[in-house]
Structures are given as structure tokens and as C-alpha cells.
């Protein structure tokens, strides 16, 4: 359950969708419904101050974004028309991003259990936290909300590679219940969707977006001495563990999208095929 008490996941909807994804906590991915735990965003339940917050925080992000942001990803904000002054509507966001790769964003109310996650990815749609953080908490969100969902996640879906990558992704996850195959899953997830970088024009750029909604991460991904860039290597990615409660020390590059889709689909094409996890 979500901890932001917000009126736009104020509902009986909501709580039933709630409902609807703790009990889908152990079902087999034929049984997951994804229907079942999506909310309509109220857009109008968002307030002056929602709205504020969001401007604040896209328009000071944007400022180091505009050079230090991978290309792909700045080119996904034009493409899906994500403005800084107020909330998005996913409905708009959806009529702009679905003629481009077939991916949509989808209202959901709070925390949902993994298999359900990757079941909403494995369809090309996302579930997206509708609430927004408020004022006390700019700086730092123990959980997604609009801001980081939307904004750090969504530009990429409108690349057709990246997009591959996601739902491939998705489907890997969301068909196996080896509990070493799902942990190095989870970490191919925080280093690359989460925490990832990509040479572009001669130099490092973000595009994970732990990176692109946080300034204090974005920074220090870039510019720290004490952070060991990796150069990506799906088996290496899978087998390297992280923690959440701090700056990341270690971060691995890609040289393209395009390296990180060809790794996902041999990866998740061995997985699904039946052979062993990437060695330990």
C-alpha cells in the first residue's frame, strides 16, 4: 500500500485495486489480472500545491538534464510533450507514446507485488503511482510516485529499443520462479532502468531514473571519484549485488541501447528456453 495519503488514490477504486494486488501476491503469471489493479487518475483531485511541486522539481532536474541526460531520453520528454507545469495526464501521455512503441502508462494506487510488475511490463504498460509526494518531501521519496514514474521512467518507452529491452524484460521476469534467476533479475532492473549510464557524444550521460528524478544521485553518478563505472556486462550486471539506503558506488555504462537490448534477449532467450541463470 502506498504510504502517500493523497485524494487522487482516495476511492473505493482504489482500494479495490489495492485489494486486487496483495492477492495476486503468489498467483501464477497466467492468473495475475493487471485490469484489476489500475485507478483512474482523478486529475482533477490534484492540487495547486501538486502541481507546484512537480514544476519545481522538473524545472531544477531539467537544468542539469538538458546536457548530462542520455539523448534517447530527452527525445522521449519532446516526443510524449511532458510539460514542467503541471501533473501529467496519462491519457494525453498514452494518445502520443502507444503510436510510437505500443507501450502505455497505466494508474495504479500503490506498491505492487513483482510478479504483477512484470506482468504489467510484459504487456507493454506500465504501472504507474498516480500520487504525488508532498512539499516536506522534495528532496527524497522512500517509494515512486508521479514524479519519478512519469518523468524518470516514461521518455524512454517512446524509444522503440528501449521499449524492446522493458518488455522482454517483463516477460523474462515474469516466467521464472528460480530465486537466483529472480535476484539477478533485480539487479539487471537497478543498474540499467534504475540506476543506468550510456556513453553518448564522448562522454558519460543518465538515463536510469533513480538518476534522472534524483539531482543528489544524478550528480554524484557523474561526478564522484569514489564511483567505479563498469562497462556493461549482463552476466557481470547479474551477479553484482547493491543497497538502496545510499549513494550507489558502483555503476555500470552502456555503449548503446541497443547493447542492452541484444544482452536482455540472449539473456532472457537462454532463461526461457530453459538453461541455467548467468554463472555465479
Not at 485489494?19 to 485507478?39: H, L
Not at 510478479?115 to 504507474?128: E, H
Not at 524484460?169 to 532502468?193: C, K, M, S
Amino acid at each position: 500500500m502506498s504510504s502517500i495519503d493523497h485524494p487522487v488514490i482516495d476511492s473505493s477504486e482504489a482500494q479495490a485495486a489495492l485489494k486486487a494486488a496483495a492477492d495476486s501476491e503468489g498467483k501464477s503469471a497466467s492468473e495475475i489480472d493487471i485490469d484489476s489493479m489500475k485507478v483512474t487518475q482523478r486529475w482533477e483531485k490534484y492540487s495547486d500545491e501538486d502541481h507546484e511541486v512537480w514544476s519545481i522539481i522538473i524545472n531544477k532536474r531539467m537544468e542539469q538534464l538538458e546536457e548530462s541526460a542520455s539523448n534517447v531520453y530527452l527525445d522521449g520528454m519532446r516526443a510524449i510533450n511532458i510539460r514542467p507545469d503541471q501533473v501529467p495526464r496519462l491519457s494525453e501521455v498514452n494518445e502520443l507514446l502507444a503510436p510510437l512503441t505500443g507501450w502505455s502508462s497505466h494508474g495504479v494506487p500503490g506498491y505492487l507485488p513483482a510478479k504483477s510488475f512484470f506482468a504489467f511490463l510484459a504487456q507493454r504498460q506500465f504501472p504507474t503511482t498516480i500520487a504525488v509526494r508532498p512539499k516536506t518531501s522534495m528532496d527524497y521519496l522512500p517509494e515512486p510516485d508521479i514524479i519519478h514514474d512519469v518523468f524518470g521512467h516514461v521518455p524512454l518507452h517512446a524509444d522503440p529499443i528501449f521499449a524492446e529491452f522493458l518488455q522482454t524484460y517483463g516477460r523474462a521476469a515474469l516466467n521464472t520462479d528460480d530465486p537466483v534467476v529472480t535476484e539477478q533479475l533485480a539487479r539487471i532492473f537497478w543498474f540499467t532502468v534504475e540506476f543506468g549510464l550510456i556513453q553518448e557524444d564522448g562522454r558519460l550521460k543518465l538515463y536510469g531514473s533513480g538518476l534522472i528524478s534524483s539531482e543528489g544521485e544524478g550528480h554524484h553518478a557523474l561526478e564522484s571519484p569514489e564511483v567505479d563505472r563498469r562497462p556493461f556486462d549482463i552476466e557481470r550486471v547479474a551477479n553484482t549485488s547493491f543497497e538502496i539506503d545510499h549513494y550507489q558506488p558502483i555503476l555500470y555504462v552502456l555503449d548503446s541501447f541497443q547493447q542492452l537490448r541484444d544482452s536482455m534477449n540472449e539473456f532472457a532467450g537462454h532463461l526461457l528456453a530453459g538453461g541455467s541463470s548467468a554463472a555465479a
